[in-house]
Every structure is written in structure tokens, then in C-alpha cells.
């Protein structure tokens, strides 16, 4: 059974970062593309990037360039994302995805992050 | 980038009863266009890729069509599990980009 299981909500302050994993399951790692996703209450879904597991490759919405670093450990299936900077127009709920060249087909279950002082 | 426009952001129908979801792209997609659907709390849930081809596990009652620009999500006999926000995508070009869904509801 394919599985990716997000890490804890996060309460941050502004200008931190926070790392958020998604570890993945029931399928090869490196043979599918993981995606990350934003879904605020301003914005709904917005793709923040994608990362190949074989080769570490990313790709990055132009709105998220300076703002997110997607990384991977084939070691432990898992995939990370980095938020660098953070302010309130940050906080909302972040899943992770993974596809082949198609569609998302399996979603994490998200973590939210919270900015806050 | 492409822009994804659900022209219905909220659609109630009766038990029962279709409802035609649309999205309309920006720029030619080549039917490279998935629908989720989205429950309060969940993660979306991809029901259809490629504008028409259902996913595995996603009942029948559930369709896609379009091309073009242009495309749909329809449901017939609608189920009260039907109640949730939908949205489409596509996947032609980066960034990826979605509509800004249409929450269903029951009237």
C-alpha cells in the first residue's frame, strides 16, 4: 500500500525556517516524482515544486524560488521542505504528492505550519 | 503560467440529482488535466487523469470530458459522500497550477 507520512504540525516564529519530511512507503522511492503543495485560505492549492528522488533534481514555482529547498534521503524513502524566512502569508497546510509524469496520485496527509510570535 | 478558472466556486444540488463541475485553461492543455476531490480535513484525492480516465476505486457515477481549453467533471446520482470541494488541474506545463474549486453541497 502506498503511504507518505508528514511530520507534526509546526508553530514557528517569523523570520525562522522549519523542515518538513514526508516519508514515503509501498512503492519504489526513486521511481516517481514527489511533489510539494500550498493550500492556504487565500490562496487554495498552489505547487510549490517537485523533486526527483533518483537524481535530486528539482523543479520550482517561481513564486516559491527563494522561499522553498527541496531535498530527499533515498536512505530513508524520505523527502523533505525546507521554508526559509517565514511570515504569516506562510502559514497554511503543506502536502506532499507524488507522481509519475502525470498527475498527483497519492497525497500525504499534510502538516500545517503556523507563523507566529 | 496557466490559469485554471472554476466558473462555479459553490454548486448545490439535490440527492440524486447531476452536477457538471467546469474549468476552463488559460492556454491549450492537451487534456493533460486531473480533477481531486477534497473533503473537510483530508488531502485531495485524485479521481481523474488525462481529462477522461477515472482512477482506480473511484465509482462510476463519476466522469470527465473536455479538450482544448475547455473541460468537465460530472456526477450523476448524486451520493450525500459526494459533499466536498473539487478541483481541477493541469499538468502540461510548470508550474502546475489549479483552479480555485467548487464546493458541492447538498440542497
Known amino acids: 500500500e502506498v503511504q507518505l507520512q508528514q511530520s507534526g504540525p509546526e508553530l514557528v516564529k517569523p523570520g525562522a525556517s522549519v523542515k518538513i519530511s514526508c516519508k514515503a512507503s509501498g512503492y519504489s522511492f526513486t521511481g516517481y516524482y514527489m511533489h510539494w503543495v500550498k493550500q492556504s485560505h487565500v490562496k487554495s492549492l498552489e505547487w510549490i515544486g517537485r523533486i526527483n528522488p533518483y537524481n535530486g533534481a528539482t523543479s520550482y514555482n517561481q513564486n516559491f524560488k527563494d522561499k522553498a529547498s527541496l531535498t530527499v534521503d533515498k536512505s530513508s524513502s524520505t523527502a523533505y521542505m525546507e521554508l526559509h524566512s517565514l511570515t504569516s502569508e506562510d502559514s497554511a497546510v503543506y502536502y506532499c504528492a507524488r507522481s509519475g509524469t502525470h498527475a498527483m496520485d497519492y497525497w500525504g496527509q499534510g502538516t500545517s505550519v503556523t507563523v507566529s510570535s | 503560467d496557466i490559469q485554471m478558472t472554476q466558473s462555479s466556486s459553490y454548486l448545490s444540488v439535490s440527492l440524486g440529482g447531476r452536477v457538471t463541475i467546469t474549468c476552463k485553461a488559460s492556454d491549450h492543455i492537451n487534456n493533460w488535466l486531473a480533477w481531486y476531490q477534497q473533503k473537510p480535513g483530508n488531502a485531495p484525492r485524485l479521481l481523474i487523469s488525462?481529462?477522461?480516465s477515472l482512477e482506480t476505486g473511484v465509482p462510476s457515477r463519476f466522469s470527465g470530458s473536455g479538450s482544448g481549453k475547455d473541460y468537465t467533471l460530472s456526477i450523476t446520482s448524486l451520493q450525500t459522500e459526494d459533499v466536498a470541494t473539487y478541483y481541477c488541474?493541469?499538468?502540461?506545463?510548470?508550474?502546475?497550477?489549479f483552479g480555485g474549486g467548487t464546493k458541492l453541497e447538498i440542497k
Open positions: 488525462g481529462a477522461t
Open positions: 488541474q493541469q499538468y502540461w506545463s510548470t508550474p502546475r497550477t
